[in-house]
């Protein structure tokens, strides 16, 4: 019923297709001034029409003289010239300069006939009432003389056809006396973005719909690389709609871009459409992400089709259409790749396919370390963090911790003064705004839960890791955990209690009090995943309630509504509770604050911060719990937020690892 | 009478005085949408105010279902469970999954209640007749679902204030529903050019006038970096006209840019005006080149002027107007700068001062190699061919070759297929042509004289060189200098034959026919520089026409008007003649035809190629010399261009070195 990519190509055939497709467009030749001409392609040989310098001339102030009335010269014993004028740039001698005469020069003046050195005006004394220059250095011949046509000559290639016009080419034909140039026109490049499910950003989402990031992506990518996109609409997996807007944008465009409705899914369209008006050539390519990637032609126009998933849809962008786009424009030399040698974090599992792996880049010991992201190609979060991508080639299930990697950039490198990375909370954004507006410091915060922290600062890939894991053994945080796991070379800092209670809808229409109130019968709850702290809680409550009722633990879960659906996140819970799909469940505070819900205190927990030992004089992370531990700062937050509390030993070392 | 620069100030001074002038710029908040936000400078935070994903979603097209349904599922044993339905991307669930079901769902689609995992089609076999779907395989709980804000949830910190807004960062934005982001406004920059002997570039150069590079290479590199350049024009070393200009400018920029004016010379003029309208901070800085820099302020505003040679004036737009334009746009983590690290092709000789040392980069057994371009400031082809600069402290005399130095990139790197360095020829010219369109290779052709090609090709710099060296004691071409020289691994390859001769002006009107005619008294003649092999050619001429006539050779040279004229390049002899400062000079048969001149023949040289040894197998170094060897190429050049003969060994190995 559905088709399954069976064909799969490796993407150096896709690579050599689009080679081969990119000779199909035929740009126009233009005429622009130079002053337009910054990113374009040159559409011409430029041949040099003038010698360059286009005259013999002074590279320093001073005097032009003859060689043979200084050889010899020294402080000693100076040679006397008699000063017969001066020359100014832009000037042209009237005068030769004879034998035992000299003429002051500028930087940049013609050299007077008969003169055959410039004396820097630092290696003479001037005696004005004589008239006279006396010379304190004998210069080589030729000294401080740039020659006429040495640099350029007339009928030297200045630049190919095919060069990409950056400022110092601009400047150099500048020089060379060219104002204006032939280029070929920016390639017109359609955008249109598929997916039934996508929403514009800034419209209301419907349940079930997502924003749309890719048009907004390949857009500003395409401006980047010298294409003018052409957005030419959202739709959804409609296979006639889709067929209008590409015939349309066939007749408009030099390319067309799609992205989603590549997958093989129920609403995969693209592929249909692609095979009816034209060519299918390429259906899936071997790499992961951006598998769903095609490659077509309507009615001579190259098709490429992307994937939907963002990180998906921007590898494909850099592996394919970056090259092809510069392939259409005639770029000779393109710039190369820019690329980074970095040492892997940690190990890398793979399943043997060719893999592009987003990875985060910070610095370790003067070396850049590459930290690898979640590799789910729907995860968004990896698009906003990923600095570039590591190549692993097919075949390959395990790259160990500490080789080193090539990472191609897809952002330029940016190395922040601090990285955090952990568990999220509002002290920690409240810290970090401070350290960016008052400290004037960089700082990159990652929020993706305490384990992910943990297992950064382990591998040393943040300066800081803020964490709040409860063990269910001791019914402690943090510190145990860090034992348990062997961790090295890490302090725990003490941070501070956050409550932890049940969120309810506003008004609390169910009267829910506390967790015996889940075994009513009329309460939906919706519970974390195992593993997680909240669980832990949980599940340690609800063992005091079984020992309070003599029931056993399995009896109590079988009666509570929703025990076993799982969600991972505080503000799924949220969410559940405000769509109405449940009544209950159990979270922080700051999470009730945020999604105006009402909330049942029941437990404390304690987050801290990880940092790694070496690190703790680390100016910027000084910083950071310098801010931690500020009584003014302390103060300003607990009358701001709900549900937060300092303790005396806040910002201090409480265990070292 | 002059100003020598006293006080100098080291780089790092001058780039902290312009950290804090930067706060001296406020800059507007403007409100942008997305799609025009490319590159500019985020002047808030942005907070998340939407959870990412906004609902559990399946990750693969597949079926939903509850884990317990498909606990122990193999292929021997799969488990049936009833199709209720399918939901695609987009849609709403309005159907729970209950015990014993499934329900079809599509990559992006919501998780209906009562599912907490998802089968990927290629795991199920379905039975259309009896509306069953066999799961194969048992996977975890939560396979294949992304929950609700487990990537980025409200509230969380999307993007801080100060950052600059990439593709990456606008696809996040959008992901995250923003549609409209407050940026901060570029800052205008204003652009004077001072320089009396500066010609717009277009325009017919008068005597002494050369052309006007900066403007472009400024205004270009401005716009790249974020900033809005308002050129104010081109002036002359004048003080009033340069108050006036200055005193506009600072009513209508941020900050202005100067460049030329700078120097210690006659015409430096605008330290004098910004000393008399403002505070003029710094007057020179401790760098080469780029010394004469300065930084002042008027009317608040910052005056950074500029040196005006146009490698200094480059090499000091990337060390302080670069960072200076990220403070005032608020960038708070800057791009790093983009820099590769090389080996030092050729030993480095310097005068202890901080040095910056532009450098072409080649690759050379799979690393960079820089090759050290001419550093004297004033040459424009070091612009061209600069692909980054070395950083040289202060203090160093000698930096070894093969030492490993880190190249500062002031263009996007590009790695060329082939890489030519030597005399300028016509037939090179030809074959580079032809090797760019036919076989679509990058060729980088440098023409800077045969003793740069032979230094190039020693230090594996280029893969070709072009040369033609006379021997003076032997009168033999090339081969003889590399023997001298010791020069190792080096090929020669046969070349051509061009004709040298006489050149003089059209019509011959002192009608010169030979050497002799330069002793007439009435001929002015002009010189190449000794050294030079064409000045080797004119004394070998010299002495036998000393013995025909029986003279000593000092005696014929007092008599030639002219002899110790002496000029670099066969370029410069032609203009000589063109603007009748001498009646002859000696060069080749080309340059009388690109200069419109006569030519007088007197002998042939022989220009050859070298070729490292092990680059022999090179493809692009095989497609020049198949080219060179061409018959069909060899009839067109000989046709075309007259004075050029091929030889039987043309493109042979004729001595190995």
Known sequence: MRKIFRKLVELEEALDLLKSLAHHVKLDVIEVPLEQALNMVLAEDVVCMVDLPPFDRATMDGYAVRYEDIEGASEESPRPLK???????????????????????????????????????????????????????????????????????????????????????????????????????????????????????????????????????????LKEWGAEPLFMGLIPDDELILEDLLREAISRADVVLTSGGTSAGAGDVTY????????????????????????????????????????SCLVMLHLLVRPFIDWIRGVKSPPSEVSVEAKLATRLHLDGRRSFIPVMLSIDKGLYLAYPLRTESAAFSSLLHADGFI?????????????????????????????????????????????????????????????????????????????????????????????????????????????????????????????????????????????????????????????????????????????????????????????GMADTGLAIKPIADIYGLDFIPLAEEMYDFLVLKDRLDKPSVRAFLDMLRDKEFQREIISRYRGIKFLPETGEVVYEA
Not at 455 to 462: D, L, N, T
Not at 527 to 541: M, V
């Open 391 to 579: 190549d692993i080639p097919a075949g390959t299930i395990l790259v160990k911790e500490g080789s080193m990697v090539k990472v191609k950039l897809i952002a330029p490198l940016r190395v922040h003064d601090l990285v955090f990375i952990g568990s999220h909370d509002i002290v920690v954004m409240e810290i970090t705004r401070r350290l960016r507006d008052l400290a004037v410091l960089s700082v990159r915060e990652i929020f993706m839960g305490s384990m992910t922290g943990l297992h950064a600062i382990s591998c040393r890939a943040c300066d800081v890791a803020g964490v709040h894991m409860l063990d269910p053994n001791t019914m402690e945080y943090n510190t145990p955990i860090l034992k348990r796991l062997k961790v090295k070379n890490v302090l725990v800092i003490r941070g501070f209690i956050r409550e932890q209670g049940l969120l309810v809808r506003k008004g609390n229409p169910k009267g829910i009090r506390g967790v015996e109130d889940l075994l009513r019968g009329d309460v939906r709850f919706v519970n974390r995943n195992k593993g997680s702290g909240t669980r832990a809680l949980l599940d340690y409550f609800l063992n005091k309630l079984a020992e309070r009722e003599g029931l056993s633990f399995q009896e109590v879960v079988r009666r509570i509504r929703g025990y076993e659906h799982e969600v991972r996140t505080h503000s799924a819970i949220a969410l559940m509770i405000i769509r």
């Open 83 to 221: 000063i017969i004028g001066s020359i100014e740039a832009g000037e042209w001698p009237r005068r030769e300069v004879e034998k035992g005469t000299a003429m002051e020069i500028s930087t940049g003046a013609p050299l007077p006939y008969g003169a055959d050195t410039v004396v820097p005006v630092e290696l003479s004394h001037r005696d004005e009432a004589k008239n006279l220059v006396y010379i304190t250095k004998a210069l080589r011949r030729g000294a401080y003389i740039q020659y006429s046509g040495s640099d350029l000559a007339r009928g030297e290639l200045l630049l190919p056809k095919g060069i990409l016009l950056g400022p110092r080419e601009i400047a150099s034909l500048a020089l060379a006396g060219v104002r204006k140039v032939k280029v070929y026109r920016r390639p017109v490049v359609a955008v249109i973005t598929i997916g039934s499910e996508l929403k514009e950003p800034g419209e209301r989402l419907e349940l079930g719909q997502i924003y749309d990031g890719n048009t907004y992506g390949i857009i500003s990518s």
């Open 272 to 311: 249909r459409v692609v095979e009816r008006l034209g060519k299918l050539y390429i259906h899936g390519i071997n790499v992961k992400p951006g598998k769903p990637t095609l490659i077509g032609e309507i009615g001579g126009k190259t098709i490429i089709g992307l994937p939907g998933y963002p990180m």
